[in-house]
C-alpha cells in the first residue's frame, strides 16, 4: 500500500527522535563540533530543498562558507554517456584532504542529503575512498579498498538523519576526508525537509507497472488469448505496481496495413481484458529487414549491410567468407584478411546481425518507423477523444544495440559458425568494421583496424557507437510521436501533464561486449541519448555483468528509467527475476517488460512477479521472533548473517533495551573481507527506550551466500554500557530489509529533476519564433526548476510543447462554445472535432485546421478581428454574422478530412 506524506522509515526516526529529545544528556562528538558559534542558518522550506550547494563553483561554495585543509582542489571537466557529453565541475579530495560546507536545514523536521558524485571516464573501475561527517560525527564511509563499479559517470547515496542534535540550530556542517590516493569527485548536495512529504506534495510518485509481451506479431487472436488469460487469473497488481500488455511489432517487415490490422486487434483485446497495451517495435531478430529489397538490386540482408567481424580465430578464408553468392573480400578490398567473418551462419535462422551506420538501411528503417507512427498518431488521437488517453503505453528504441561479440568463449550464440569453422570455436570476436562503420569512424578522427589491436581511441569509438541507433531510434519517435491535445469544452481547457514523445525508452542490451568486455563498461550507460529516457535489457545476474545494480544507480541520474525487455531465460530460477524487478523498482522505473515468460512448471511468471508485486519491504534477515535472551553491560556487539535471495537492503534493525542514560549509536555492515559496506549514525534521541532501533542506509546489493558482520557500538556515555540487546536462539534480534517505497522516492527525486532539465532543454531547441507563450512557459519552468519543484517545472515544460505552433485542439460535440484558450476563438461542433491553431497575429490573422471525426459542421467565433472580418475556408470565402459580440461563421464538414482556415481583419476603411 503506498505510503502517506512523513511516514516510512524517515517518518518513524523523527517521531522517536522529537518524542524523546528531552532525554538527551552528555556532551558527543556532535555537540562538541556544535559548540562553536556559527553565522545565522537561513530560514529553512517547510518542506522540500532547504538548501544546495554546487561543489566546485567559487560563488556557491563561498556562500556555504567552505572550508578546506591538505589534497582537495576545486576542478572541471567533461564526461561522456551514450550520446550525451556534459560538462561538469567537482570538487576532488585525496588521502590527506578535507573540505566541509554549511547547508540550512528545517529544525524540526527529518533531514535527508544526497551527495551526488561524479567518477570521469578514465577512472571508472579505480578503488577510492572518503568518509562524510555531519557536524563531526562519521555517517558515511565508502571503502578505499572497494573498486569503482563504473557503468556511467554519475552516482549518488542518501543520508538520514532526525537527531535533535543536528538539527536543532538550523544548519548542518558537511565534512568530507579522503581517505584514498584516487581522489573522489563530488559535485553537489542537497539538503531536503521530509524528503517522503516533498515526493507527496509535489506529487511525485508514480507506479511501476510489469508489462506482459504476448508474443511475435504473427502469433495470432487465438494465442494473445491463452496468454492473457493466464495474466488475469494468475498475476496480481496493486496501487504501486500495474499491469499492461504488448506484442512485439515487427514494422519493418510489415505492410501499413497489416500494422494498422495489428493495432486494431490488440487495442480490442486490450479494452476486452482491461489492460493498457504497448506496441513494441522492434526492428532486429524476426523483424531484421533480411529480405527486404533495397532499392538497388539487393535485399537489406546484404553483406554490404551486415556487421564485419574479426577473430583471431577465425579461419575460413575468401571462399567461405561469402553469404548468398557476395564475397566478403570484395566488399573489403584491400583491408580483407581471412580473419574477417560474418555473423551467419547462425542458430536464429542465419539472420544476419545487420550494422548501425548504412545510410540507405537506416532511411528505410525511418522509412517504416514513420509509417507506423502515422497510425499511431490516428490511434492516439482517438483514445484521447474517447477518455483512454492512457491506455497506449509508452515506446522504446526498437533494437539491442547487440555486437556479435564474444570474449574468451563467453557471448553471442556462434556455435553454428564453429562447424563452418572447420570445428574452431571462434573465442574471441569483435564488431562492426563493416565499411560504413569504418567510414564513420574515420569521420570522428578515429581509424578502425582490430588487426594490430584496438587502441584506447577504437575501444572508445566502438563502446559509444552502441549508443547510435538508440539515438537514431529516439529522434524518430520523439518527432513523430503525436503531441497530445488540449481537451476543450465548455468548462475550459485542460493541458496535457506529459506526452508520449518524451517517455521514449532506450532498449540498448546491458551485457557486457566487446570492446571492452568488463563490468566497468556495461552496454547499460549507451542508453542514455538525447531526446528520450535511459533504457535498457536490464540484467545484473553475475553471468552476464557483475555490479549490475551500481550501473542502474548511475542510469537513474539521467532520469526515469525502464526496462523494455526483461528475458525470462536469463536465469531459470525465479527469486533471480524478482530481485531484478525490485532493483528497477527502487531506481524509479517506469515499466518492465517481460518476453518468452512460461506460464507453467517451476519457472510459472506469476510465482516469480507475484513476489515482487505483493511484497513491497522484503527481508533478508529476519530474526524478529520473540527473544529469549539478551547481551548486557557491552558497549560492542557484532552478528554475522547470510546474504539471501532478496540481495538488496536500505535498513539494517537491531533490538534495544535502555539499562543506562540514552547515548547514540554506530552500525556498521561489512563483508568477508571486512570491507565496510555501510555505516549509520543514530543520535541519541534516535535510539528507542525499547524496541527496534532502525539503522536506515544508503541503498547496497548483498551477494547471495556471502557472510556479512554487523557490529552495534556506543559512541559515547563515558564509558558505561547505555543498552542492552535481546537475542534470539543466542543470535542478536536482528532485521536486514528493503524498504522498497522509501528508496523508490529517492530515486523519484533524481529524475523528476533531471527530467524537467531535459524537457525544458529539448522543448527550447523546438520552439519556433513566433511562439512567445512556450517562451514564456519555459522561463517560468527554469525558475520552478530553480526552486526545487520539479513536478511543476516538468509540468510547465509540457504546457510550453503544447503550446508551440501548430497549438493541437479536441473538442467533444457540444452546443456550448468551447474556447480555445489562449486564444480568442471557441468551437461548437456538432462531431468531435480536432482543431489545429496553426498561426496568430493578434488582432490581424488566425489560420486553423479543423477536422472532424465523423460529418458534420462546426461553428466558429471569434474576438478581436473586427465586426466584418475576412474568412475563408480551402480558399472559399464563407460569410459571417455576429452573436452576442462575437463574429461567427460555420465550417461544414462533409467527411473526416481536414478543412483550412484563414481568418483575416477587414482592412480599415478609408476617410
Not at 505492410?255 to 490490422?261: I, N, W
Not at 550494422?355 to 483514445?383: G, H, M, V
Not at 543514530?682 to 558482520?709: C, H, K, M, N
Not at 462546426?858 to 470565402?877: E, I, K, Q, W
Request: hydrophobic letters at 35%; charged letters at 25%; proline letters at 7%.
Amino acid at each position: 500500500m503506498r505510503r502517506h506524506a512523513g511516514t516510512g522509515l524517515l517518518g518513524l526516526l523523527l517521531v522517536m527522535a522529537l518524542g524523546s529529545a528531552s532525554l538527551v544528556g552528555g556532551e558527543t562528538e556532535a555537540v562538541a563540533a556544535k559548540s562553536t558559534p556559527r553565522a545565522h542558518a537561513p530560514r529553512a522550506a517547510a518542506v522540500g530543498v532547504s538548501d544546495q550547494v554546487r561543489l566546485g563553483d567559487p560563488a556557491s561554495e563561498a556562500a556555504h562558507r567552505l572550508r578546506t585543509s591538505g589534497a582537495t582542489a576545486r576542478t572541471a571537466c567533461h564526461v561522456e554517456a551514450g550520446q550525451i557529453t556534459e560538462s561538469y565541475i567537482a570538487r576532488v579530495v585525496r588521502r590527506g584532504g578535507r573540505f566541509s560546507v554549511r547547508l540550512a536545514v528545517d529544525r524540526s523536521r527529518p533531514l535527508t542529503l544526497q551527495v551526488r558524485e561524479v567518477r570521469p571516464n578514465e577512472t571508472w573501475g579505480q578503488p577510492y575512498g572518503f568518509r562524510l561527517l555531519l557536524d563531526g560525527i562519521p555517517h558515511y564511509v565508502r571503502d578505499a579498498r572497494i573498486p569503482d563499479p563504473g557503468g556511467g559517470p554519475y552516482s549518488s547515496f542518501f543520508l538520514d538523519t532526525a537527531d535533535p542534535e543536528v538539527l536543532r540550530d538550523g544548519v548542518v556542517v558537511v565534512t568530507v576526508e579522503g581517505t584514498s590516493a584516487e581522489p573522489a569527485y563530488l559535485t553537489e548536495i542537497w539538503a531536503y525537509t521530509d524528503l517522503p512529504a516533498m515526493v507527496h506534495d509535489q506529487g511525485m510518485r508514480v507506479p511501476d507497472r510489469v508489462i506482459f509481451v504476448l508474443g511475435q506479431d504473427h502469433r495470432g487472436e487465438a494465442y494473445f488469448r491463452s496468454r492473457l488469460d493466464y495474466v488475469r487469473d494468475h498475476v496480481h497488481e496493486s496501487s504501486d505496481v500495474g499491469l499492461g500488455m504488448a506484442v512485439l511489432d515487427y514494422f519493418p517487415v510489415r505492410t501499413k496495413e497489416q500494422m494498422r490490422a495489428n493495432y486494431e486487434l490488440w487495442l480490442r483485446l486490450s479494452r476486452e481484458y482491461g489492460l493498457p497495451f504497448a506496441i513494441e517495435s522492434t526492428s532486429d531478430w524476426e523483424g531484421t529487414p533480411s529480405r527486404i529489397p533495397d532499392g538497388k538490386g539487393g535485399t537489406f540482408g546484404d553483406i554490404r549491410y551486415q556487421q564485419i567481424l574479426w577473430s583471431p580465430q577465425d579461419r575460413t578464408g575468401p571462399d567461405k567468407d561469402v553469404y548468398q553468392g557476395q564475397r566478403l573480400d570484395e566488399l573489403l578490398g584491400d583491408r580483407y584478411e581471412p580473419r574477417y567473418g560474418l555473423s551467419v551462419p547462425n542458430i536464429w535462422g542465419s539472420t544476419p546481425w545487420l550494422t548501425w551506420r548504412d545510410p540507405d538501411l537506416n532511411a528505410y528503417l525511418e522509412q517504416k518507423a514513420n509509417e507506423s507512427l502515422e497510425l499511431i498518431r490516428a490511434l492516439a488521437w482517438d483514445l484521447q477523444r474517447q477518455g483512454e488517453g492512457d491506455r497506449l503505453l509508452d515506446f522504446s528504441t526498437t533494437m539491442e544495440s547487440t555486437y556479435w561479440s564474444k570474449r574468451d568463449g563467453k557471448g553471442v550464440a556462434d556455435q553454428a559458425y564453429t562447424d563452418y569453422n572447420d570445428g574452431v570455436e571462434r573465442r574471441d570476436l569483435y564488431a562492426d568494421f563493416n565499411p560504413s562503420t569504418v567510414a564513420a569512424a574515420r569521420a570522428d578522427g578515429v581509424e578502425l583496424d582490430p588487426t594490430d589491436g584496438l587502441s584506447e581511441a577504437e575501444k572508445r569509438w566502438l563502446y559509444k557507437n552502441q549508443s547510435y541507433p538508440q539515438q537514431l531510434f529516439a529522434d524518430i519517435f520523439y518527432a513523430g510521436l503525436p503531441r497530445e491535445r488540449v481537451e476543450a469544452g465548455p468548462d475550459g481547457v485542460r493541458y496535457p501533464t506529459d506526452m508520449r514523445r518524451h517517455n521514449v525508452h532506450a532498449e540498448v542490451y546491458s551485457r557486457m561486449q566487446e570492446p571492452y568486455w568488463a563490468d566497468t563498461h556495461p552496454s547499460s550507460i549507451q542508453g542514455v541519448v538525447q531526446h528520450a529516457r535511459p533504457g535498457a535489457e536490464y540484467i545484473t545476474l553475475d553471468d552476464y555483468t557483475k555490479g549490475g545494480f551500481a550501473h542502474l544507480q548511475r542510469m537513474r541520474e539521467f532520469g526515469r528509467i525502464a526496462n523494455p525487455n526483461l528475458e525470462n531465460s536469463v536465469s531459470g530460477y525465479g527469486p533471480d527475476k524478482t530481485l531484478l524487478l525490485r532493483q528497477t523498482y527502487v531506481n524509479g522505473s517506469r515499466y518492465t517488460s517481460i518476453y518468452n515468460w512460461q506460464e507453467t512448471g517451476p519457472d510459472a511468471a506469476a510465482a516469480w512477479v507475484n513476489a515482487f508485486i505483493d511484497d513491497m519491504h522484503p527481508f533478508d534477515v529476519d530474526r524478529s521472533a520473540p527473544p529469549n535472551g539478551r547481551l548486557p553491560g557491552l558497549r560492542t556487539v557484532t552478528t554475522t548473517f547470510t546474504a539471501g535471495d532478496v540481495r538488496l537492503a536500505n535498513h539494517v534493525d537491531v533490538r534495544v533495551e535502555r539499562i543506562g542514560r540514552p547515548t547514540p549509536l554506530r552500525l556498521t555492515l561489512s563483508d568477508d573481507e571486512g570491507r565496510i559496506v555501510a555505516m549509520r549514525h543514530l543520535g541519541a534521541a534516535e535510539v528507542p527506550t525499547s524496541g527496534w532501533a532502525t539503522f536506515g542506509i544508503p541503498v547496497v546489493a548483498l551477494e547471495r551466500g556471502q557472510d556479512y558482520t554487523v557490529t552495534v557500538e556506543q559512541v559515547a556515555g563515558d564509558g558505561v554500557p547505555a543498552y542492552a540487546f535481546p537475542t534470539v536462539d543466542g543470535d542478536l534480534a536482528l532485521r536486514v530489509g528493503l524498504d522498497m517505497p522509501t528508496e523508490r522516492d529517492r530515486s523519484l527525486v533524481i529524475q523528476w529533476r533531471r527530467d524537467a532539465a531535459d524537457a525544458i532543454r529539448h522543448i527550447s531547441a523546438d520552439i519556433g519564433p513566433d511562439d512567445t507563450r512556450s517562451r514564456d512557459l519555459l522561463r517560468e519552468a527554469k525558475a520552478r526548476l530553480t526552486q526545487g519543484r520539479y513536478v511543476e517545472a516538468y509540468r510547465l515544460a509540457m504546457r510550453a510543447d503544447v503550446l508551440r505552433y501548430p497549438v493541437l485542439y479536441q473538442v467533444r460535440a457540444t452546443t456550448s462554445p468551447a474556447a480555445l484558450k489562449p486564444f480568442p476563438v471557441a468551437v461548437s461542433p456538432s462531431v468531435d472535432v480536432d482543431v489545429d491553431v496553426t498561426a496568430h497575429h493578434p488582432g490581424r490573422s488566425l489560420t486553423l485546421t479543423v477536422r472532424g471525426y465523423a460529418a458534420g459542421t462546426a461553428s466558429v467565433s471569434l474576438r478581436g478581428f473586427g465586426s466584418n472580418p475576412t474568412v475563408v475556408v480551402d480558399d472559399v470565402p464563407v460569410p459571417t454574422r455576429v452573436e452576442r459580440g462575437r463574429v461567427t461563421f460555420t465550417v461544414d464538414l462533409p467527411d473526416t478530412s481536414p478543412r483550412h482556415v484563414r481568418v483575416d481583419r477587414a482592412p480599415a476603411a478609408p476617410r
